[in-house]
């Protein structure tokens, strides 16, 4: 009898709210603030790693976020964030920090998603369906390597100014 051994594949989700545009922050601030979307983010990525960039890691109010492993890359080999946080200084640093988990996050900013989206797993996209000046956008996705598992719409929100939906994607 042979013995059958499994290898563990670390999913790797992308998690982003983007405009119709594409864009995704100004000013190393978000461009809109959608209770609910926050409240989703919260629920979605709890209990797991996020990985993110330093001026993401700066722009969270209350810094490292609670109930999840923070791991932020960093181009600067001096940096050091500490708390909470680990500092990774590679897409290979933090594949091999992630290696034994189900399911990791990257929560942004914009040259961090365009590092990860090529081998991202998963999508958990937020389309605000509005245009928005910003100076961070997210790259272009192609829909074809992917396939649609769950879309929700919200209506219009008069206190918003705009509707928008969720969408969870997953590559084929």
């Not at 946080?85 to 998603?113: H, Q």
């Not at 605000?128 to 929700?152: G, H, R, S, W, Y």
Request: net charge negative; hydrophobic share 35%.
């Amino acid at each position: 009898m042979t013995d059958t051994i499994t290898s563990h594949k670390t999913t790797i989700s992308i998690i982003v709210a983007i405009a119709q545009n594409k864009a995704i922050g100004k000013n190393n601030q978000l461009l809109w603030h959608i209770s609910d979307d926050l409240k989703r983010f919260k629920r979605i990525t709890s209990g797991h790693t996020v990985i993110m960039g330093k001026r993401t890691l700066f722009s969270l109010p209350s810094g490292p976020l609670p109930k999840r492993r923070n791991i932020v890359l960093s181009d600067t080999m001096t940096d050091c964030f500490g708390g909470s946080c680990e500092t990774a200084f590679s897409i290979p640093d933090v594949l091999d920090r992630i290696k034994n988990e189900d399911e990791v996050f990257v929560i942004g900013g914009g040259m961090v998603y365009e590092q990860f989206l090529p081998i991202s797993d998963k999508l958990y996209l937020t389309i605000v369906e509005k245009d928005f000046e910003a100076d961070t956008f997210f790259p272009e996705i192609d829909f074809n390597q992917f396939d649609l598992l769950d879309q929700e719409s919200v209506s219009f929100d008069d206190n918003l100014g705009f509707s928008y939906r969720y969408e969870t994607w997953k590559r084929k």
